[in-house]
């Protein structure tokens, strides 16, 4: 079982960046696939970026492709999510969630996940 903790939300200009951090309990971290996922008001939950075990492999929608970047650092148990060039469409509660997999494909579907962090807020202000 693993435990997630999102950090770094907050209010932010169009046009800025924040980086979101996710801490994750206990000692096996590298055996999941990590994923963010973004849900604004009277909107579904949907993905903004997942990555692998390994960190080698990511995946993003269009609609962030080239403005957001996820990262990991297996030795920290933390994964991350730069977002850059922010709008105000991007205004959301972001959660990290964590899937256990064995090999090194990572997840882009919701209801795969297993573990969800409590969220954090981002509002980009126009």
């Known amino acids: 079982q693993v435990q997630l903790v999102e950090s770094g939300g907050g209010l932010v200009q169009a046009g800025g960046s924040l980086r979101l951090s996710c801490a994750a309990s206990?000692?096996?971290?590298?055996?999941?696939?990590m994923g963010w996922f973004r849900q604004a008001p009277g909107k579904e939950r949907e993905i903004v970026a997942a990555?692998?075990?390994?960190?080698?492999?990511?995946y993003y929608p269009d609609s962030v492709k080239g403005r957001f970047t996820i990262s990991r650092d297996n030795a920290k148990n933390t994964v991350y999510l730069q977002m850059n060039s922010l709008k105000p469409e991007d205004t959301a509660v972001y959660y990290c969630?964590?899937?256990?997999?064995?090999?090194?494909?990572?997840?882009?579907?919701?209801?795969?996940?297993?573990?969800w962090g409590q969220g954090t807020q981002v509002t980009v202000s126009s």
């Open positions: 990555i692998n075990r390994s960190g080698g492999s990511t």
């Open positions: 969630a964590a899937v256990e997999r064995y090999g090194l494909a990572y997840e882009a579907r919701e209801k795969q996940y297993d573990y």
């Open positions: 206990g000692r096996t971290f590298s055996r999941y696939a």
